[in-house]
C-alpha cells in the first residue's frame, strides 16, 4: 500500500541525469539525503533548537528510482527522548513512465539530537 493521495510529503522531486549512478538510476546518497532533509522538516516543528542527525538507521532500497520519476518524501516524527527526536521516512516514486503507477521505494528511521549553540545536546 502507498501513501500517495493519504497525506502531504514533506518533500516532493523529480531528479536529474546529473544525479544518476553508472547504470543509469538515480544513485542512493541523493535518496539519503532527501531523507535527512525530509525527516529534519517533520523533526524541527518538535522543538525550537537546532537539531542534528545522530543516526540514519537500516536504510534498504527495495525498487530503483528513475531520472523524472516524481518522488515523494513522507515524513513523520514517532518518538521524542529527552534531547532526541524519532522520525520515520516513507520514500515512493511516481514512474514518469507510468503516472498511475506508484511503488514504495525505501523507508529510514531517522534520529535527530536538539542542539545549543555549542553543539550540545538540549531537552527538547
Ligand atoms: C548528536 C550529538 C550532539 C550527541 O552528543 P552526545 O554527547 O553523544 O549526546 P548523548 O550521549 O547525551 O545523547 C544525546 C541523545 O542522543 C541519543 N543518541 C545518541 N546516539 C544515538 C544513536 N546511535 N541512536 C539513537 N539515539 C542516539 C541519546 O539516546 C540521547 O537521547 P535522549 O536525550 O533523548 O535520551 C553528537 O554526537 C554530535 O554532535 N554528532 C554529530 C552530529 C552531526 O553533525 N550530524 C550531521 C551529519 S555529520
Known amino acids: 500500500m502507498t501513501l500517495a ?19 543509469g538510476t ?3 546518497g541523493i535518496i539519503l539525503s532527501y531523507i535527512d532533509q525530509a525527516a529534519a522538516v517533520a523533526a524541527r516543528r518538535v522543538t525550537p533548537h537546532d537539531i542534528v542527525t545522530v543516526t540514519m538507521k537500516e536504510v534498504v532500497f527495495k525498487k530503483p528510482v528513475y531520472v523524472a520519476d516524481l518522488i515523494s518524501f513522507y515524513a513523520e516524527v514517532t518518538g521524542t527522548g529527552t534531547t532526541s527526536i524519532t522520525t520515520r521516512v516513507c520514500v515512493e516514486a511516481e514512474r514518469a513512465r507510468s503516472p498511475r503507477e506508484t511503488v514504495p521505494v525505501t523507508e529510514a528511521e531517522v534520529v535527530f539530537v536538539a542542539v545549543d549553540k555549542n553543539g550540545r545536546p538540549v531537552p527538547v
Do not use: E, M, Q, S
Not at 5 to 19: E, Q, S
Open 26 to 28: 538515480i544513485f542512493g
Open 5 to 23: 493521495g493519504k497525506r502531504d510529503p514533506a518533500i516532493r522531486v523529480a531528479l536529474l541525469p546529473r544525479d544518476t549512478n553508472g547504470y
